[in-house]
């Protein structure tokens, strides 16, 4: 019988190789072929030898004293096996080959790094054997399913449910319904006439169907609906599941204060889509958007945070000297704070023949889950943030070719430089400045886009799909009129208040913290704050920053409080 799939070690230092071989056969040899080869050249007869199995990981031995020779053949095999995860392997003490590892990770040549085994049972280097396993697994999808979903892929709800469950961490397998699975599935399942999507929870002992559920039904089926405490006062509501959001709902539930976040869709917001993140402290080799953030999500309920799911705030009052958010299900939730994360949505490109074809070949944010139905076509990304970058260099492991479209005549003020040159490096992408996209057809699926050059006016109509990343709309209409906002509705915060012509005002003598809104007690944090940094860890710090000032202000309320009791009465 095949292996599940090879682990392929390959350098032709014969003691690294056979450390490294024999460490990997130790505790993977049962469930994969482990190839070791001296040179790349002898990998494909070892493959055949093995059965063919697909590569999982290429571990390639970097010399110490010429470690670009060991890249070139990572590169050339990678090349041959483009889902396998790359991994220099190099000496512990081996500094002089670092530079060229971390450039080759900068230009996306290589996926990660890792110090070879000294000694048996090191598990060090076994942890992070592990993390590329994983990396590939989650590339490749596959193992468990906790639900099946039978759709038609270009159905635009069907599209937005993948997306939310790929976003949520939760495992899914997906099936056409004119495929063989697809078909297999919906005979044993016994359903005369399907409406589709059909979902079915495998989890669940009595493993229930859902035929085209809405959000509520999901949640409730999910157990994520359950009805809050009408009687309870938190101590901070954090609206919004974000890094910002997220960040604060870890801290708020540490240091012991009662805490419920609301979250309308996903955990992690825009930053959850992101296929990579690589500037983010203490992941030097980069972490998934929907890693980081599901590993959030779980820190803060272990914490004590309260989630509560597919509802959202749709008003914001004073009652009682609480404040009242007012819910899309009809509740209300008291609370002594306010931390709105709302994050921020993706600009509509205000194209109406485009909108109509949202979810069938036109795609807002990174849409991380249809990345694999990309192979063989063109991709055009449409953006110049790092958002846009990040989905153009996940999209070109699948995509035939990428064309990043930006308005401006670079991406250097937009972009981090690392991204710019990853983006640059990849021989499928091309960055076409001062373009924009400007139409588009399609009957069941986008056709053709339109796109203007700038300079020239001059208009192309050209084959592709379409990813739009274009900046940021904040989700504030639901608060117009309640908190002072800034022309493009992101919230004003601090000194800002203080403006002239600032409506509503800032209402007490002393002054706004840096944080708070103009009602007193509400605070904003990330991407919907007027003038935040759009970086994931300047979120997760204010975030954490707000809870410092929650902490602040509910010492004042209950000093003043104490005061007010002291006072004689009528006095």
């Excluded at 994931?536 to 009791?565: C, F, P």
């Amino acid at each position: 019988m095949s292996a599940h799939a090879a682990l392929v070690v390959v350098t032709g230092d014969d003691a690294l190789r056979a450390t490294t071989t024999r460490e990997l056969t130790r505790r993977y040899g049962t469930d994969y072929a482990i190839v070791s080869c001296a040179s790349a050249e002898g990998v494909p007869a070892a493959l055949e030898d093995s059965g063919r199995p697909p590569v999982a990981v290429l571990y390639g031995g970097l010399a110490d004293d010429d470690p670009e020779e060991g890249l070139g053949v990572l590169r050339r095999l990678h090349a041959a096996h483009p889902e396998a995860v790359a991994v220099a392997l190099v000496r512990w003490g081996a500094w002089e080959t670092t530079r060229p590892i971390f450039e080759a990770l900068t230009l996306g040549e290589l996926d990660r790094w890792l110090i070879a085994p000294e000694e048996p049972l090191d598990e060090a280097f076994h942890r992070q054997v592990a993390e590329h396993l994983e990396e590939w697994a989650s590339r490749r999808g596959g193992g468990f399913e906790a639900f099946r979903m039978i759709g038609h892929r270009w159905s635009p709800r069907t599209q937005y449910l993948r997306d939310q469950f790929s976003r949520n961490g939760v495992p899914l397998g997906f099936y056409e319904p004119d495929s063989e699975e697809g078909r297999s599935l919906l005979q044993g399942l016994e359903l005369d006439a399907p409406r589709f999507p059909v979902v079915v929870l495998r989890f669940k002992p009595d493993r229930p169907v859902l035929q085209d559920p809405t959000d509520v039904e999901l949640a409730e089926a999910l157990g994520l609906f359950t009805p809050l405490d009408p009687a309870a006062v938190y101590d901070v509501v954090v609206v919004g599941a974000g890094p910002a959001g997220l960040g604060a709902s870890v801290y708020a539930a540490s240091e012991g204060l009662s805490t419920l976040v609301l979250e309308a869709e996903a955990v992690g917001g825009q930053a959850g889509t992101s296929s990579k993140i690589r500037n983010y402290p203490g992941f030097p080799t980069g972490i998934s958007g929907s890693r980081l953030t599901f590993s959030s999500y779980q820190q803060a309920w272990a914490f004590g945070s309260t989630f509560h799911f597919m509802r959202w705030a749709q008003g914001l009052r004073q009652e009682g000297g609480l404040h009242v958010l007012d819910l899309s299900d009809g509740t209300s939730v008291r609370s002594r704070t306010v931390i709105l994360s709302l994050g921020a949505s993706w600009r509509r490109l205000g194209v109406p023949e485009l909108e109509a074809l949202v979810g069938r070949g036109v795609f807002y944010g990174a849409a991380v889950s249809e990345a694999p139905a990309m192979r063989g076509r063109h991709v055009f990304v449409v953006g110049g943030g790092n958002s846009a970058g990040q989905a153009a260099v996940h999209l070109s492991r699948y995509a035939e070719q990428v064309t990043v479209l930006v308005r401006r005549p670079s991406l250097t003020d937009t972009m981090s430089d690392y991204l710019i040159r990853e983006l640059e490096a990849l021989p499928n992408v091309t960055i076409r400045p001062r373009a924009q996209v400007v139409g588009g057809a399609g009957t069941e699926f986008l056709e053709h886009v339109v796109v203007r050059d700038l300079d020239t006016g001059e208009e192309t109509r050209e084959p592709g799909v379409l990813f739009l990343l274009i900046g940021s709309q904040p989700r504030t209409d639901w608060l117009a009129g309640t908190l002072a906002r800034d022309r493009w509705g992101f919230l004003l915060t601090g000194q800002a208040l203080l403006e002239p012509d600032v409506a509503p005002a800032w209402p007490l003598e002393r002054p706004p913290a840096l944080l708070e809104t103009s009602v007193p007690g509400v605070f904003a944090a990330g991407d919907v704050r007027a003038g935040s940094v759009k970086r994931v860890a300047s979120s997760v710090g204010e975030g954490a920053l707000a809870v410092t000032l929650v902490h602040a202000h509910l010492a004042a309320a209950r000093a003043a409080a104490a005061e007010a009791a002291r006072q004689p009465a009528g006095g």
